[in-house]
Every structure is written in C-alpha cells, then in structure tokens.
C-alpha cells in the first residue's frame, strides 16, 4: 500500500511539472481594432453660362449647384426671331470617384400656339402639336475640353480638335458624353467637365415659325466607372427620378408671418415633381407629441379649398416628431389655375387633423405648432 502512494505522489508531481513547462512557450499577439468598410460617394453639381446674341443671360447663368428641376432652366427665351442665335457652356462637376457621364433630351414638344395671318399663308399645318421649330432651330452640342492645336478648355468656342457630339435639328435622345465607347475614359472624381451647346433659328426660317414655341426637358446622369468597364450610355427614364426638397417652419400666421427659426419646430417634404402621382415623404420635428397631423395643399384664398387637396396625415409620437410618405393620386397640378398664386407656386401646409375637413381648413391653425412652405412649389401630375 506504501508504494502504491508513492507512485501516485509521483504522478501528482509530473502532472505539475508538466503544466509550469507549457506556461512557459514563448508567445506573440497582434491585433487589428476597428476595422471598417465605408462606401464611396458620387454627386453631380452643374454650373451654367449662358449667352443670347452675345448677352449674357442672367437667368441661366449660375454657379455650381444640385439642379432645381422646375426652377433652373438652361433656355427659356419667349421672343426669339430668325437670326438670332445662343450658346452656353455648361460645366459638370463630378464629386469624390471617377464617372461615367450622360446626357439626355426628352419630351420635346413642338405647339403650334395658333396661326397670325402671315403664318397661315405658308404653314400648312395648324394642329397643336404641329410647331416647326424643332425642325427648323440648329443645334450643336462639343466637348469643351481644349483638345488639338488652339483647343482651350470652357472657354464657350470650340476649337482646336474639340470633338463635335451632335448636330443638328433637335431631337430626344440620350448622348454620350464619357462612357466606355467615347475613347475618353471617365471623368476623374474631382474634376470638371465642359459641354458647349450652341443655338440658332437661321435667318432664311420664315413665317411659318411665328408663334410657335418649343419644350423640352435635358437630364443629366454619372454612374461609377469602377468595376464598370463596359459602360455605355442608355435611356435614364429608368433612373431614380429627380427629388426636390421643401423646407418647413412653424411661423406667426397671426402677424408677420415669419419663421420661428431655431425652435425645434420644423420638417423637409422631399417629393418627385414631375411624375403620375404625387411621390412624397415628410419628415417633422417638434410639433405637438401625439396628435394626429394632416399635409395639405393650401390653395388661396381663405379657407384653402380651391381646389385644395389632402395629402396625407400621420401622428407624431411622444416626442413630437413624426415621418410619413405616400404615393397620392391629386388630379391636379400644383398649383391649379383656380389658386390665385397660380402660376406663381403652391402651399403646403401641415396643420392638426382636427383643423382641416376635406380640402378646406375650418379653423386658424395654430402657427407656433404646425409647419409651412418656405417657398412655394411646382408640380407637374404627368398624367392629365
């Protein structure tokens, strides 16, 4: 039994031996904390100089900016006459990565806008959409980018070797302006592209113009040319239409009607403004904690109901603040001729629930806890 002992204190005393040598092994650690993946971003800002037999236009000049789809317009002439002639040079900036750029021109229009005497003698169509100055206006469209002998970079005159993209009478379509097919490569991130578009109605256009006028919507779209190699331009009909943002404050509705700025009481109403249906989302802070709200459109005068329209209501939660969005069929423009700030822009408003019956507000608002338009705002409801 003796030795039995012995031999098991022996055991005991290797197995303790054995772990202070595996305590011992030298050993290394290096670790790596934080590691993060962060996605890149792509913006396109557009700026503008335009000119109208040599006049700069002041309305279509501007600096380098996000586009207003309704408000900012490249060309808007009223009173142009055979002769007369434009250009304007317009200059693409392409935030953070490389792109591919495109351009489109879609929903030319031609209106007739009736007949003078002198029109109807030698135009022999007189139907609404059966203007002329789309086929009779000359178009040039260059890439402004200095190339060749004499080439100088945005300065409004194509010289040297500056690449002609289109020319022509004008027509929908989509150009290329850097995709895989150019021979250019994209437009590195950071830098700034310059698109010459020159004009003119030719003096040997007669009467057969006289009233007529011409419309026409220019996008344009940059995606990532990384990974993308074989990019080409195509439609971007398909593209995430364009949003416009709308600011909101509380205001004092009872006098001056000025913003109670910096009170925590405000909102924004993102919304596509040329599209089927009325596509929105509102985000509100600060109004009063839960109660039900109503966005509305406020049509002058007092009470708001010509015609008026209810876009949509939610409530807020305990902390004032609420988010809504919707897809709303309002049969309307915005605003509707019947509004007397029409052609000028719309209201919206957003006012308690218990303020407003359908299309009509029934009781002042409370100005201090409800939200309005800091500027009025155009929509177009493609389906009328």
Same mark, same amino acid.
Request: glycine fraction near 10%.
């Given at each position: 039994?003796?030795?039995?002992?012995?031999?098991?204190?022996?055991?005991?005393?290797?197995? /303790?031996?054995?772990?202070? %040598?595996?305590?011992?092994?030298?050993?290394?650690?290096?670790?790596?904390?934080? +590691?993060?993946?962060?996605?890149?971003?792509?913006?396109?800002?557009?700026?503008?100089?335009?000119?109208?037999?040599?006049?700069?236009?002041?309305?279509?000049?501007?600096?380098?900016?996000?586009?207003?789809?309704?408000?900012?317009?490249?060309?808007?002439? %009223?009173?142009?006459? =055979?002769?007369?002639?434009?250009?304007?040079?317009?200059?693409? @900036?392409?935030?953070?990565?490389?792109?591919? /750029?495109? %351009?489109?021109?879609?929903?030319?229009?031609?209106?007739?806008?009736?007949?003078?005497? =002198?029109?109807?003698?030698?135009?022999?169509?007189?139907?609404?959409?059966?203007?002329?100055?789309?086929?009779?206006?000359?178009?040039?469209?260059?890439?402004?980018?200095?190339?060749?002998?004499?080439?100088?970079?945005?300065?409004?005159?194509?010289?040297?070797?500056?690449?002609?993209?289109?020319?022509?009478?004008?027509?929908?379509?989509?150009?290329?302006? *850097?995709?895989? $097919?150019?021979? $250019?490569?994209?437009?590195?991130? #950071?830098?700034?592209?310059?698109?010459?578009?020159?004009?003119?109605?030719?003096?040997?256009?007669?009467?057969?113009?006289?009233? &007529?006028?011409?419309?026409?919507?220019?996008?344009?779209?940059?995606?990532?040319?990384?990974?993308?190699?074989?990019?080409?331009?195509?439609?971007?009909?398909?593209?995430?239409?364009?949003?416009?943002?709308?600011?909101?404050?509380?205001? #004092?509705?009872?006098?001056?009607?000025? =913003?109670?700025?910096?009170?925590?009481?405000?909102?924004?109403?993102?919304?596509?403004?040329? @599209?089927?249906?009325? &596509?929105?989302?509102?985000? %509100?802070?600060?109004?009063?904690?839960?109660?039900?709200?109503?966005?509305?459109? *406020?049509?002058?005068?007092?009470?708001?109901?010509?015609?008026?329209?209810?876009?949509?209501?939610?409530?807020?939660?305990?902390?004032?603040?609420?988010?809504?969005?919707?897809?709303?069929?309002?049969?309307?423009?915005?605003?509707?001729?019947? #509004?007397?700030?029409?052609?000028?822009?719309?209201?919206?408003?957003?006012?308690?629930?218990?303020?407003?019956? =359908?299309?009509?507000? +029934?009781?002042?608002?409370?100005? /201090?806890?409800?939200?309005?338009?800091?500027?009025?705002?155009?929509?177009?409801?493609?389906?009328?």
């Amino acid at each position: 039994m003796k030795k039995i002992l012995i031999s098991a204190s022996m055991i005991v005393a290797m197995a /303790v031996l054995v772990i202070g %040598a595996t305590g011992a092994f030298f050993s290394d650690t290096e670790t790596s904390t934080g +590691n993060t993946f962060s996605a890149g971003a792509i913006d396109l800002k557009i700026d503008s100089t335009a000119t109208y037999n040599g006049q700069v236009v002041t309305a279509a000049t501007w600096q380098e900016k996000d586009l207003l789809p309704t408000a900012d317009k490249f060309f808007n002439f %009223a009173d142009i006459k =055979p002769g007369d002639s434009g250009e304007n040079t317009i200059s693409l @900036h392409v935030i953070n990565n490389d792109a591919w /750029v495109c %351009a489109q021109v879609s929903n030319l229009t031609d209106f007739e806008n009736g007949q003078t005497e =002198p029109e109807d003698s030698v135009d022999l169509t007189a139907g609404v959409n059966e203007g002329e100055l789309s086929s009779t206006m000359l178009w040039k469209v260059w890439r402004d980018d200095g190339t060749g002998e004499g080439g100088i970079e945005g300065d409004n005159i194509q010289n040297g070797d500056e690449p002609t993209l289109t020319e022509g009478n004008p027509v929908n379509g989509v150009l290329s302006i *850097y995709d895989s $097919t150019t021979g $250019t490569g994209a437009l590195s991130g #950071d830098t700034t592209a310059y698109i010459g578009v020159e004009w003119s109605l030719p003096s040997a256009s007669g009467n057969e113009t006289q009233t &007529d006028s011409m419309t026409g919507d220019i996008s344009f779209y940059v995606e990532q040319s990384r990974n993308n190699d074989q990019f080409v331009c195509g439609s971007i009909e398909n593209q995430e239409p364009v949003r416009t943002v709308l600011g909101l404050e509380n205001k #004092d509705i009872d006098d001056t009607w000025d =913003p109670y700025l910096g009170d925590g009481t405000y909102g924004t109403l993102s919304f596509i403004s040329s @599209h089927p249906t009325f &596509d929105y989302t509102l985000d %509100a802070y600060g109004l009063v904690a839960d109660t039900s709200y109503s966005i509305i459109y *406020y049509a002058d005068p007092w009470p708001g109901n010509n015609p008026g329209a209810l876009i949509g209501t939610f409530t807020t939660d305990s902390s004032g603040n609420g988010n809504t969005s919707g897809d709303v069929e309002l049969g309307t423009d915005l605003p509707n001729t019947a #509004d007397a700030n029409y052609p000028g822009g719309a209201k919206i408003w957003v006012i308690k629930t218990s303020e407003y019956t =359908p299309n009509s507000v +029934n009781t002042w608002p409370v100005g /201090v806890e409800s939200l309005f338009e800091n500027n009025l705002i155009i929509y177009d409801d493609t389906d009328l």
